[in-house]
């Protein structure tokens, strides 16, 4: 008797934990919770390492647009506050050497404009009238110049003058006449003529004085000579710039003058230059191009003129970004991808590296991609935004070993919603038992006893890297109970060269294996249901979505979201057509038109047989919106169940507006609830 009443108490101590677990349906994620969201973003330390000035973003609801507003926090997180929150979007803030201005960008009269703040009282001052919006802000260290970059518009004869129109006609818009290799860049469309070239404007306000010229584009970061006469910068001045798009060089102009001294030259690209504290040394990033498909970006050290380059961080197998000068001179601070998860370390200048802060990212809301930034403060703390599986970004700091995250901006909205469960899974692939690692996201409530459907989200790229980070997008499908699997298979980045190039001039190829054996290693787990798995992927992942329907029909349904589908047309369409060719095939498409072709999801599109949407943005110019119309055809001919779904006005990264993000994901559950095994 004893044993039948311990046994009736476990089974109603364990009901009410299956029922405390399931949660409500008001507890659950819901897309039009998207509006909600906030994240931290573009954080700067003050100088003195004190305060913190971030870009608080959120989303109107009316607008659906972001609006972005400046905020401060003390560096011990107190005092959180606005400096200025209105309907306008602030951004790019940067502090004075001192540490009493702060410099930011605001189209709050009208066009984007340079603007200061007075910090010990809040004056503030417009400080230019440009036509264009600035980029790349820096002070000068003496504190009495602000530099930036600035597209500067050209024109050019029409290539044969209209007749006169007679007074009061109205005519059609006049031809457009193209002759740039590059003439449209997605999320821009097609572009203005003109360069990016930099600026000068005094920090109390006045005309700006442009200080470089001609038919290139001068990119930032910007960087001072501590004596505040010399400004360094990289930019792709060669010849034949417009087909080399890795190529760049370091340079250095003279603010008085206007001298361009070249400090560079190398076949591959160098950018990102700082100058140290002292002026003395130069640090930047670049590598020797050998064009392969992907290359570890190195850190480099050379004098003020260029002399005595030497790599600082040949034994480092990860890329290097965002190098920064500690204040002694001694060290750059720098971020880096490892294994997913973005990092930030100190590299002295033998190459010895110690890692500083981890967890960064969360500015990108929708896939799990690495993201984030940081600043660094004299006393060499640092603020960065800060990410979890649970919440987007928010303001962080490290110094000394320890972290501490600032702020909560989401806890209002996530602490009344259940998210779901995120966990590590690695596995060896089936095509040489190389470990392959990934993540699964289980809806909340989860329970082992039961059998789930299963999504593999696979990323784009190829060659960039998911990680333990978070993801509106896989949040929203767990919550529609599904068990989410995304993965780093082989050709992603942030492990290494030899593992990135595994797919060099053979993708999509073997990652086909590495993600087949991920699935089969989750079900192998219990919990998913092997009659109800579905795929869906983005750009590079629309490509191995488009693949692995080609190959298998073991899944129900799938999505192609802007994929390409025939590598020759988009080799000769995408908005960077120099590169693609040149070092994802190494020939042009008429010179190897089997390679294109064997490597094209198209080549398979006669094996389909699992019912597949197709969504794309209708102003994609990466991977243009005729490469899923091709596929869309190819599948109603052959009288596969497919639909196209189409974005207005959306990009390549087709979720720019909290509405497309909503969409998209809809649109992708909606399509797998249709084929979705009862």
Do not use: C
Request: cysteine-free; aromatic content about 10%.
């Amino acid at each position: 008797m004893k044993n039948v009443v311990m046994a009736a108490l476990a089974a109603l101590v364990l009901a009410s934990v299956s029922l405390a677990a399931e949660p409500p349906a008001a507890k659950r994620f819901k897309s039009i919770d998207v509006f909600q969201l906030e994240y931290a973003d573009d954080v700067q330390i003050s100088p003195d390492g004190s305060r913190i000035a971030y870009v608080r973003v959120s989303h109107d609801i009316m607008t659906d647009r972001a609006r972005r507003n400046l905020w401060l926090v003390n560096a011990d997180g107190t005092n959180n506050r606005p400096l200025r929150s209105e309907s306008k979007s602030f951004m790019s803030p940067r502090w004075s050497p001192d540490g009493t201005r702060l410099a930011y960008v605001s189209a709050a009269e009208g066009s984007p404009q340079l603007y200061v703040r007075w910090m010990d009282t809040g004056q503030t001052a417009l400080l230019t009238n440009l036509v264009q919006a600035p980029g790349a802000i820096a002070w000068s260290p003496d504190g009495k110049s602000i530099a930036f970059t600035q597209f500067v518009p050209s024109s050019k004869p029409p290539l044969a003058p209209p007749p006169e129109k007679p007074q009061g006609a109205s005519w059609a818009p006049p031809v457009k006449v193209v002759d740039s290799v590059v003439y449209r860049a997605d999320g821009q469309g097609f572009l203005d003529i003109g360069f990016n070239h930099l600026f000068i404007v005094s920090a109390e306000g006045g005309t700006a004085r442009q200080l470089t010229d001609g038919d290139f584009n001068d990119d930032g970061p910007l960087s001072f000579t501590p004596d505040s006469k010399h400004i360094v910068f990289s930019a792709n001045r060669g010849a034949d710039w417009e087909r080399d798009p890795q190529e760049s060089e370091v340079f250095s102009v003279e603010l008085a003058s206007g001298k361009l001294t070249q400090l560079t030259s190398r076949d591959g690209p160098d950018n990102s230059p700082v100058v140290s504290p002292d002026g003395k040394r130069i640090a930047y990033l670049g590598f020797d191009d050998r064009l392969q498909g992907y290359q570890i970006t190195h850190l480099y050290v050379m004098d003020s003129d260029g002399g005595n380059s030497r790599l600082v961080t040949g034994q480092f197998d990860r890329d290097i970004e965002s190098p920064r000068w500690s204040a002694d001179g001694r060290g750059i601070h720098f971020a880096f991808d490892d294994r997913g998860v973005k990092k930030l370390g100190l590299v002295s200048l033998d190459g010895k590296v110690r890692n500083l802060a981890e967890n960064v990212g969360g500015t990108d809301l929708g896939r799990p991609y690495t993201s984030g930034m940081f600043s660094v403060a004299r006393n060499g703390r640092v603020a960065f935004t800060h990410t979890s599986v649970s919440s987007p970004s928010n303001v962080a700091t490290a110094m000394g070993g320890t972290t501490r995250v600032l702020t909560a901006l989401n806890d209002d909205l996530f602490g009344d919603k259940a998210l779901g469960a995120v966990r590590e899974i690695k596995w060896k692939s089936s095509h040489d038992q190389r470990e392959i690692q990934g993540w699964v996201i289980t809806p909340p409530g989860f329970d082992t006893a039961k059998k789930y459907p299963m999504i593999l989200e696979i990323h784009g790229g190829p060659f960039t890297a998911y990680g333990p980070n978070y993801t509106t997008e896989l949040q929203l499908m767990a919550a529609a109970g599904y068990i989410v699997l995304y993965t780093n298979p082989r050709g992603s980045t942030s492990y290494g060269e030899e593992f990135g190039n595994l797919i060099h001039h053979a993708y999509p190829g073997n990652d086909y294996d590495d993600l087949m054996s991920g699935v089969d290693a989750l079900i192998a787990q219990g919990n998913v249901d092997p009659e109800n798995l579905f795929v869906t992927g983005g750009s590079g992942g629309g490509v191995l979505t488009a693949w692995i329907v080609g190959k298998t029909d073991r899944f129900r349904a799938a999505v192609v979201a802007k994929p390409v589908i025939n590598w020759s047309s988009f080799a000769l369409t995408s908005d960077v057509t120099p590169f693609f060719y040149k070092y994802w095939f190494g020939a042009y498409p008429w010179e190897q038109p089997e390679q294109y072709w064997k490597r094209s999801p198209l080549s398979l599109v006669g094996n389909v047989k699992t019912p597949t949407m197709l969504l794309v943005g209708e102003v994609d110019y990466r991977t243009p919106i005729g490469e899923s119309e091709q596929y869309y055809q190819a599948l109603k001919l052959r009288k596969i169940d497919t639909v196209m779904v189409r974005i207005p006005e959306a990009s390549h990264g087709m979720v720019s507006r909290p509405s497309n993000l909503i969409a998209k994901v809809d649109n992708i559950l909606a399509w797998f609830e249709r084929y979705r095994k009862k």
